[in-house]
């Protein structure tokens, strides 16, 4: 893979030699105000002493980040205590983007804070390249945040802010102003570089702060929301530019948001969260297509659920009988899923209307019609009772969509039928 930068002299050991960017602005102006002292802190923390070489864990070739079994609780008295994270288990392998996708409050700033050294486990273990790194304050890891309000220093120009973390590690001003020059032409930001910060848009802010934690080339990249505060076209926009500034800087990217269609696109893999809990962990195409579980389908895009029976397994494959009678091919989720009563998911782009009702699998009459210009989404009450909507592109030629009221037959696509765990 080509590579935007490069970094010829960075220090071997990586552990020791990054800053951490701070959580909010009222952080950052008290650290100006100790720039130096902190300066010397992070001088002092550099060496590569093996007073902070961990115990080694063997982990598999290529794994950049391991959480191990962590939970972290928060509060003191028993009645309070508030369980963000529930045994949760994830390796990130080098060079991925894997986003973390939940709910509000699940979760995901907790795993992220406890990667970047801002919270400690309260068990388990956070493990870089086999590392333990659970007791390593943020300075000593090399990982840097990309926070949802950026946290820029307001009064710095656009190149200041990016060369900030640079200079507080005491790097030659030489080598600060090449790696500038080198983020602000891969965020494309170099006719701004000498423009107050909060004299530049929202989107070209979020630019200087993804090359200010860019600069001093972590090995992980976290990033909590950090499109959540622009627009839908500049998001579109930046999702690409992420996108790129991952593949050409082959940093591993953990990206956080609750935002599915997000996930989907961005992403090497996914994991879904709830509850302080993981529960699918997959690639895009896994997760949409191969839910295991009600939450994840549910969660990720729209998804008609089906009672039948499951007659027989094979490995990962089933029989099972729908209420109608028909008996179809289901694909099983890894966990085991006993015989009887079981509940399926079908995504409506995977069903089809027919208007000859016995060729069918399945039969139904239509409620509403909605037409969306690309495609139209046909509402349906199936003749068990059950409700379910099909998604069906429009071609050039079709006589309109199909009204309320009419009697159809529902074709489901092989191999889009999926069994749920639970
Ligand atoms: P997410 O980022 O997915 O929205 P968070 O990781 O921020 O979720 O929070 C997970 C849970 O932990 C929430 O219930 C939240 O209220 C709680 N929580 C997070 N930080 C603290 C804290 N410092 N003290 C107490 N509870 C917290
Ligand atoms: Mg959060």
Redesign the pocket.
Known sequence: MSRYFDFPDFPADQSSAHVSVPRNELTLICLLAITDCYKKQVKAARPNSACHRNRRINVGDGVAIEARDVS?I??TSTDQE?W??DHVSVSIAQNEFFT?L??????????L?LIAGF?HPTDGAILLEGEDISALPPFQRPVNTVFQNYALFPHMTVAQNIGFGLEMQGRPKDEVADTVGAMLSLVKMENLKDRRVDQISGGQQQRVALARALAPRPKVLLL?EPLSALDLKLRKEMQLELKRLQHETGITFIF?T?DQEEALTMSDRVAV?RD?EIHQIGSPQDIYNRPNNRFVADFIGESNFLEVQLLSRNGSTAKVRFANGTELDATLPSTDVTSGSITVIVRPEHARLTADRSAGHLQGVVNDAVYFGTDTHYYLTLDGGEEFVIRQQNQRGDRGKISSGTQVGVTINEDSIQVLAN
């Open positions: 972290k928060f509060g508030v963000a994270l973390l939940g709910p509000s409050g699940c979760g995901k700033t907790t795993l804070r919270e909590d956080v609750h969260m302080g």
